[in-house]
């Protein structure tokens, strides 16, 4: 740009904000006045009554502040890492009760996952990928306690019992 055409442009802009009279004001006549507020007033009413009668309440809505992949988060079996080993990568219903010892302060079973590997087990021991534990080892069975968590949030306790094959259970009462 031409120098003296930028020099002009910020001359009129200072001559412009320079001028010390502030800007007169537009007088209103007294009835103007009144109708302008009145509407004013009425609006100002309803709005302090409706604040009044409001109250938020946050249930059922998201927490703000947490995390949007913790949702996600939620999706996934947080069981599953707990139990470590042969005992955690299977379902219950797939392994096989293969011994029992009961004569013992701590009961023992043996169980057999489908890779023919035999893994003991012992009361409160986490076992199967729903992070199922051991709640008793009895004589011919074992029952795993299994925690499930609904949609609603609740958790729900299934049991699953092992059971020794019929024809091992006699051979060990003999």
Do not use: H
Not at 41 to 69: H, M, N, Q, T, V
């Amino acid at each position: 740009m031409n120098p003296r055409i930028l020099a002009i442009a910020a001359a009129a802009l200072v001559a412009g904000c320079s001028s010390g009279k502030p800007a007169p004001k537009a007088k209103a006549s007294p009835t103007a006045r009144t109708q302008a507020e009145t509407p004013a007033k009425e609006a100002a009413k309803p709005a302090d009554e409706s604040e009044a009668d409001f109250i938020y309440s946050g249930a059922g809505k998201r927490d703000p502040f947490r995390s949007y992949l913790a949702e996600f988060s939620k999706d996934t079996n947080t069981f599953a890492s707990r139990c470590v080993g042969p005992l955690g990568k299977y379902e219950i219903e797939q392994m096989r009760l293969v011994a029992v010892i009961t004569g013992l302060e701590d009961p023992v079973a043996m169980v057999e996952v489908p890779g023919g590997e035999g893994v003991v087990v012992r009361r409160m021991q986490c076992i199967g990928k729903n992070g199922g534990v051991v709640a008793a080892v009895r004589t011919g069975e074992v029952v795993v306690t299994e925690y499930r968590v609904r949609a609603d949030g609740t958790r729900d306790a299934i049991q699953t019992s092992l059971q020794l094959p019929k024809q091992q259970a006699s051979y060990a009462e003999e």
